[in-house]
T-cell receptor, first 110, second 115 residues
Framework: SQTIHQWPATLVQPVGSPLSLECTVE??????LYWYRQAAGRGLQLLFY??????ISSEVPQNLSASRPQDRQFILSSKKLLLSDSGFYLC?????????FGSGTRLTVV | DQQVKQNSPSLSVQEGRISILNCDYT??????FLWYKKYPAEGPTFLIS?????DKNEDGRFTVFLNKSAKHLSLHIVPSQPGDSAVYFC??????????????FGRGTQLTVWP
């Protein structure tokens, strides 16, 4: 079965600082991977998805970027964080007809 | 454009009673539906699913009903327990060839089960 490792669990960053969140997957190969954000009181917003190494699709224009340097590694980045980037970030891996989610990163931009 | 809608942001139910969470969708291409449960500061976990060839799927206390003509599904929890208190997300997917199996999520319903 798949396991998703996502870190860090919590992060407090100042406005204007860079960001790097990492997600790695075990137990599968060539997975479809996703980054979601859940803002306070909101649903799950799809940010990026990837069907393979170096293949990234963005769902919404934003201050963030994603990369997939290895088959089972998915990275979410920003060069300069905004206050509006605060939220709960989730990495997900396609698992049959559904997803397996990571445990999430709580990002607070101050 | 929200293709999966959960119009009730919250639901409060007494322990032991039935909880009914509703979900509507607009895309007739959706053929597989899932419910996820999410506790605070954790990732969502899969709860139950249903294929469009069925109208009901049951797993213990959880039953999902699908009404394709109405583009509506519901999750029934009987009996409800305090540990069921969480946010429930409805999700749908279309055949793989069209959208790579991507899930479309509703905004979630916060269920609170009180003693």
């Amino acid at each position: 079965s798949q396991t998703i490792h996502q870190w860090p669990a919590t992060l407090v960053q100042p406005v204007g600082s860079p960001l790097s969140l990492e997600c790695t997957v075990e137990g599968t190969s060539n997975p479809n991977l996703y980054w979601y954000r859940q803002a306070a009181g909101r649903g799950l917003q799809l940010l990026f998805y990837s069907i393979g190494i170096g293949q990234i699709s963005s769902e919404v224009p934003q201050n963030l970027s994603a990369s997939r340097p290895q088959d089972r590694q998915f990275i979410l980045s920003s060069k300069k964080l905004l206050l509006s980037d605060s939220g709960f970030y989730l990495c997900a891996c396609q698992n049959g007809y559904g997803y397996t989610f990571g445990s999430g990163t709580r990002l607070t931009v101050v | 454009d929200q293709q999966v809608k959960q119009n009730s942001p919250s639901l409060s139910v007494q322990e032991g009673r039935i909880s009914i969470l509703n979900c509507d969708y607009t895309n007739s291409m959706f053929d597989y539906f899932l419910w996820y449960k999410k506790y605070p500061a954790e990732g969502p976990t899969f709860l139950i699913s249903i294929s469009s060839i069925k109208d009901k799927n049951e797993d213990g206390r959880f039953t999902v009903f699908l009404n394709k003509s109405a583009k509506h599904l519901s999750l029934h929890i009987v009996p409800s327990q305090p540990g069921d208190s969480a946010v429930y997300f409805c999700a749908a997917s279309a055949p793989r060839g069209s959208t790579l199996g991507r899930l479309y999520f509703g905004r979630g319903t916060q269920l609170t089960v009180w003693p």
